[in-house]
């Protein structure tokens, strides 16, 4: 009996879960765990960055598009100088996908120093 219950629960959401567009399921998104936000199209990359761009530079580019959950400038283990490229994971995918758009390629200034944002889908998770 587990069994059938499970496979029913199991069918309605693989027959719906590849169409479905990505802002589509609010409720599936809030019920996912730690893990899950990190995966799908959330976490951005975010390449060529100057070494004057830290963590509160990066989030407030960044938060115009959506919440942002999670913000990282990754640097060198030894020397703490930032390696040039960071990660920005937000709360869901739409406002990832819209920060994608609007910023890669785009010049910015201040502590981006004019420089033309990489932004791509982050493999971080895999």
Do not use: C, H, W
């Given at each position: ?58 989030n407030?580019?960044f ?29 869901n ?25 990489r932004v ?7």
């Amino acid at each position: 009996s587990n069994r059938q219950g499970g496979e029913e629960g199991a069918g309605d959401d693989s027959s719906r879960g590849g169409v479905q567009p990505p802002d589509a399921g609010a409720g599936a998104a809030a019920a996912a765990s730690a893990a899950d936000l990190l995966q799908g199209n959330r976490a951005l990359y975010v390449g060529n960055l100057a070494p004057t761009v830290n963590e509160a530079a990066l989030n407030m580019q960044f938060a115009m598009f959506g919440p942002v959950m999670q913000v990282q400038v990754m640097r060198d283990r030894e020397t703490r100088q930032p390696r040039g490229f960071g990660f920005v994971t937000f709360v869901n995918s739409s406002s990832a996908q819209a920060a994608m758009a609007q910023l890669n390629g785009a010049i910015i200034m201040g502590p981006f120093q004019g420089r033309a944002l990489r932004v791509s889908p982050s493999n971080k998770a895999r």
